[in-house]
């Protein structure tokens, strides 16, 4: 095994360079030999004109806050990338990364997070190419984009083709140059193991990818130890892949928690009794999961407050999983589960995903049209990216997308008595016409989805005719508060009925009215 420096790793890595780089967020992220790479430009101009390649963002940042100067956003220089493809971007509009797309500064491409890791793997498999139906009628779509975010995203990276008569789309091949991992260990013959990490999100295809391709692999490990001192079932990369290995012996903050890992479990604090509009949400959306169903928790409002609700009403014979791997125990921000039952590598995740494996998914929205249309990935001004979606919303039967009707500034007070809107928000979420489609209604309604849209102020049905009011909130006034703030038609189900009195939960007796902070 080769021990170098992480200036001796930035120095592998050539101008005109595929870089892809592991990890999600700030877990299983090679953040030292990032911010070595970024060095050597800033010192030398070199390496330039990179295509990174990355499964999703990669930054130091929670919820949308935070992250500047790191992860991806340290390549964010011009020159330095000369192309982006990734599932998804910063949700802080003004970090490097972002600001650099929406200036043009590099070509970016937005492809579904399960879609980049199954092309890894075909690359790895020396196939020329990969082909899937996941995101027919979406912005994926080469007839609606192809993924291309921005006017430098010029050359086509898919294109549509037909397969026994369905139509699907085709990625070529990805050769790999250099590929950037991060594991928690390498042992004495450069095996890499993953036994303090959350997951290892898609670190396996990434280095396959760059081994097939003739390239090479460095790792960015927190310790070296013996070959047998780790069970060989925490190992994930075979040594004779790994051309390098850089020691950083730090973590942050929770990246290496044993609660998040599996390597600890612990009996949870109790769940918050927050009371904003999301908390709202997401308790008519744990409302209405079945008996014992299996949980998909997509981003935003699932992942972080799905799971705090469904602790509050004890739901606990409900089994929740998230596309970055944790099977099981009590997701909660960055993809990451409390006490997981298991954790899968992400290849198996979206296979099953794209199967119709969990029984509900639950996802967030940012705009939703006349046609039932949702968009995540491009609204207001925002580019937070795909992410899984795509891949979650082609394989689940039963889905709901939730969220506030408006946002910006929204004020909201909520008792037994129902809810009140003291101050409506500026941004109105649903729309004549999304600005990208991440979810075509009419093409899942026709496969036999079940599509429901779950807000602070009602339930609607996604029908083949458009929204349908189903369930309305105690308090709220059906036209000044619903259809007035909606700039399409909505039907009105004739037999409306009142959410139920028991999810009208009061908020503390000190507390003002909760604000709803803008996030998708």
Known sequence: MRVIDAQQAAEMVPDGATLAVSGGGYRVVPESLIEAVADRFARSGSPRGLTVVAIAMIERGRGGKGGAESGLNRLARSGLMARIITSS????SSNELNVLIEGNGTAAYNFPMGTLVQLLRATAAGRKGFATPVGIGTF????LGGGKVNARAKDDLCRLVEFEGEEMIYYPRLPVDVALVKASAADERGNLYYDRDAFDHGTIEIAMAAHQSGGKVIA???RVVGVGDIHPRMGRIPGRLVSAVVVQPDSWEDEQDPLLTGAARRVLPPPSSRNLPRDFVARLAVDRLPAGAMVNLGAGVPMYE?????RRMGRTDLYFTVEQGPMGGWPQVGGVSRNPELILDQNEVFQFYEGGGPDVSILSFGEVDRFGNINV?????M???????VNIVHGVRDLMFCGTLTTGGLEETLDTGGLRIEREGRIRRFVDDVEQITFNARLGLASGKRATVVTDRGIFSITPDGLVLREIVPGVDLKRDVLDRIPFPVEVAPDLKPIASHLLVPASPEAAPAREVRQA
């Open 89 to 92: 971007f910063s949700r802080a």
């Open 140 to 143: 994926v779509d080469p007839r």
């Open 220 to 222: 960015e490990v927190n």
């Open 306 to 310: 799905v799971p705090e609700a469904a």
């Open 377 to 381: 990935s491009r609204f207001s001004g």
């Open 383 to 389: 580019l937070p990216g795909c992410g899984g979606f």
